[in-house]
């Protein structure tokens, strides 16, 4: 996290177009993962536990994908 907000604030005010779009989406797919995380280890039952692990995994999947898009990889 720590290093995510340093990457934002060096970047501030270079960003436009589709990069900073890419750059919203994956910060809003970040924010998904985290909650979806903490939910999950909160929960009870066995099926709200898959559901939301299912979130977490798919989510950070597409923050992945969407911080290889950033780095031009």
Do not use: C, D, E, M
């Amino acid at each position: 996290v720590a290093t995510g907000i340093w990457n934002i604030i060096a970047v501030r005010g270079q960003t436009h177009g589709s990069y900073a779009t890419t750059l919203r989406v994956k910060l809003a797919a970040v924010a998904i993962s985290g909650v979806a995380a903490w939910v999950h280890t909160r929960s009870h039952s066995p099926r709200g536990r898959a559901l939301w692990g299912a979130l977490t995994v798919l989510s950070a999947l597409a923050a992945l994908f969407l911080g290889i898009l950033l780095s031009g990889g």
